[in-house]
T-cell receptor
Framework: EAQVTQNPRYLITVTGKKLTVTCSQN?????MSWYRQDPGLGLRQIYY???????DKGDVPEGYKVSRKEKRNFPLILESPSPNQTSLYFC???????????????FGDGTRLSIL | SQKIEQNSEALNIQEGKTATLTCNYT??????LQWYRQDPGRGPVFLLL?????KEKRKERLKVTFDTTLKQSLFHITASQPADSATYLC????????????FGKGTSLLVTP
C-alpha cells in the first residue's frame, strides 16, 4: 500500500531534549516536505526537499533541521525543542513532474508533539 | 502580504444539497490550486488540482472553478452526503517557487441527514 509513515504518532517531552520525528515513503517520490498545523494558523511549511541531499526552507524553519540522505526518508529534527513547537506535524511526499505543475501531495497521518 | 482566505465559519447543509466552498487569495500569481480534504486526526487527502489556464475541473460529484481575475476558486460538492463532512483546504503553489505549497486554514463542512 502506498503510504507516508510518520513516527512517533504522539510524543510528550520536555524543553531542550533533542527529538527526531521520522518520515518514510514507499512511493519512490522525489519531493518530500514537513508542515506544522496549528489552530487558527492552518498548515505551514517547515522544510522541503526536492531530492536526495537537496533541502530548502519553507515558511517557518526556525528551530528545525532536516536531512535527506535517502530518497525514502526525511526526518525532522528538533535540536532544542521549546513549548512554541507544540503542534501537529505532517510529512508529505509527491513525485517530481516536468514543468513544475505540482502533482498532489500524499500526507502522513501526523505526529502530535507536546513540549512541556 | 500573501493571503489565502477560506470561510472560517463552518458550513452546514442538508444532505442532497450542493455545498459550495470559497477560496480567495491576494498577492499571489499561482501556477495551480489544489483542494484537499482533512478528517479529524488524519492528514489531508488530495481531491482536485486546477491549473492557472483552466477554468473548471470535475471529478465525480466534485467541481472546482478557478478565476484568476477574481483571484478566487470555488469548490462544489453536489448531492452532498453525511460522509462528505470534513474540513476542506485549498492550497496554492506560487510560480517559480518549486513545490512550495501554501494552504488556507480550511472550511469545515457538516452535512446533516
Amino acid at each position: 500500500e502506498a503510504q507516508v509513515t510518520q513516527n512517533p504518532r504522539y510524543l510528550i517531552t520536555v524543553t531542550g531534549k533533542k527529538l527526531t520525528v521520522t518520515c518514510s515513503q514507499n512511493m519512490n517520490h522525489e519531493y518530500m516536505s514537513w508542515y506544522r498545523q496549528d489552530p487558527g494558523l492552518g498548515l505551514r511549511q517547515i522544510y522541503y526537499s526536492m531530492n536526495v541531499e537537496v533541502t530548502d526552507k519553507g515558511d517557518v524553519p526556525e528551530g528545525y533541521k532536516v536531512s535527506r540522505k535517502e530518497k525514502r526518508n526525511f526526518p525532522l529534527i528538533l535540536e532544542s525543542p521549546s513549548p512554541n513547537q507544540t503542534s501537529l506535524y505532517f510529512c508529505a511526499s509527491s513525485p517530481w513532474q516536468t514543468g513544475g505543475w505540482g502533482p498532489p501531495q500524499h500526507f502522513g497521518d501526523g505526529t502530535r508533539l507536546s513540549i512541556l | 502580504s500573501q493571503k489565502i482566505e477560506q470561510n472560517s465559519e463552518a458550513l452546514n447543509i442538508q444532505e442532497g444539497k450542493t455545498a459550495t466552498l470559497t477560496c480567495n487569495y491576494t498577492n499571489y500569481s499561482p501556477a495551480y490550486l489544489q483542494w484537499y480534504r482533512q478528517d479529524p486526526g488524519r492528514g489531508p487527502v488530495f481531491l482536485l488540482l486546477i491549473r492557472e489556464n483552466e477554468k473548471e475541473k470535475r471529478k465525480e460529484r466534485l467541481k472546482v472553478t478557478f478565476d484568476t481575475t477574481l483571484k478566487q476558486s470555488l469548490f462544489h460538492i453536489t448531492a452532498s452526503q453525511p460522509a462528505d463532512s470534513a474540513t476542506y483546504l485549498c492550497a496554492l503553489a506560487r510560480k517559480n517557487s518549486g513545490y512550495a505549497l501554501n494552504f488556507g486554514k480550511g472550511t469545515s463542512l457538516l452535512v446533516t441527514p
